[in-house]
């Protein structure tokens, strides 16, 4: 059973540039219960109204229509009016596109793989009621099962990346997720943080690292505890990220830095690190647990953060922070709720590093009643650009580090000649 809202959901429509029909509006409503936000896409020029899910929060996604057709597009460049005809609707919910893993994209998996992610990705809303399943992609797979409808449609346009994938660079796999951030962060949250770091890294130092597009699904080992939170499943998980680098080092990188927005990756990455450094000795991948939390990130938060202990999290005074200074048109403070009453004890606290030499496994309703952990209200924007900074530096140190343990590992096995791996 889902947590429902703690309080009354009202929204107005207020913006006369956008106005249709008292009726158009008031169908729209009926459909969705949406925030001006969602509401203001429907505008006068276009027939289809288009529910952004990764923008919502878990409440918005709570009181959304159980026939609401859900559309998972395999890359961008789809007309959505043609899916809208495709489906007989003139509105659907449209999740967070697949960047990657099918047919023409930067790097390609298995047709059984992708079949597997896409029912994966599908298998919280399933769960959560949600009857109308529908992925959209371009290619010659067949990925319709039990409660899955293909529609396949020509993108008419593409930002798919190129990837040079070289020896010379470290190829960045930012991972991020669509899960609940409380109600005041969008689903999208992990997502949004993870992948203005890699861009600024790659930004910073192009002759020294790439990255894959960030993949926006991960794992929730809670997720029927709050509605709209996706969960790949761990194994998926895992399977994907290892024929994603096969498929890379069969075009002879060897560099690679899975880089986790979302807690619930790390040691499923952790896992996807050593078995590919095993079936392949001259490969150097590594990973890390969460950004900006290592020998520049914990620092800075010491010095600049609000909060005491506790207040770091989940949909926290971080995240909340970084949010405010990448998107602040998907804050919605007035709705943010402090929960710090985390149950510490001296080897199992919660911090934005979880602290301790316990790892426990229990319910995330023990400690919060809005899914959020930590102090989101002391957030502020100034402490989100000067944490994107620092996070982006840790990780140009990292790569920087990975160059440097190959290079020097390479040089000792060339040293050691025939000795070497005997």
Known sequence: MFHQPAFMLHYSICSPENWLTPNDWWDIFRHAKLSHIQLTQYAHNSMVQITRYEELTWTEVADLPRDLPFVLPLGDGYDEQQIAQALGVDYFCLLPALPYGWQGSVVAVSPSMLKRVVAGIFSGPTEEGFTRQVVVHAGDEDLASPGIRQIKLTRQSSMSPELAATPQRVILI???????????LPLNTDTIIINAIASGVVQAIPDEA????????????????????????????????LEVLEALIARKPERFYLMSGHGGNCSFLHTVVKYIGDRHRHVFAATTWLHTSGHL????????????????????????????????????????VDETDFISTQNYYMDWVEGGMLILSHPWED????????????????????????????????????????????????????????
Not at 303 to 326: D, P
Not at 373 to 401: C, F, M, P
């Open 367 to 422: 400690d919060t009643l809005t899914g959020a952990y930590g102090a989101g209200s002391v957030a502020t924007a100034e402490n989100g650009e000067r944490w994107l900074k620092v996070a982006i530096q840790e990780k140009i140190d990292h790569v920087r580090e990975i160059h440097e343990q190959a290079c020097r590992r390479l040089a000792k096995r060339e040293e050691l000649g025939a000795r070497w791996g005997k």
């Open 297 to 336: 990130g914990l620092p800075s938060i010491q010095q600049h953060r609000k909060s005491k202990l506790g207040g770091m999290g989940h949909a926290c005074e971080l995240e909340t922070a970084y949010l405010l200074h990448l998107r602040p048109d998907l804050c919605k403070m007035e709705r943010v």
């Open 210 to 241: 790439e990255m894959l597009p960030t993949l926006p699904y991960g794992v929730s080992m809670y997720r029927s505890s709050f509605a709209g939170t996706m969960n790949m499943t761990g194994r998926v998980f895992e399977d994907f990220l």
């Open 174 to 184: 930012p991972c991020g997720h669509t899960e609940q951030h409380g109600y005041h």
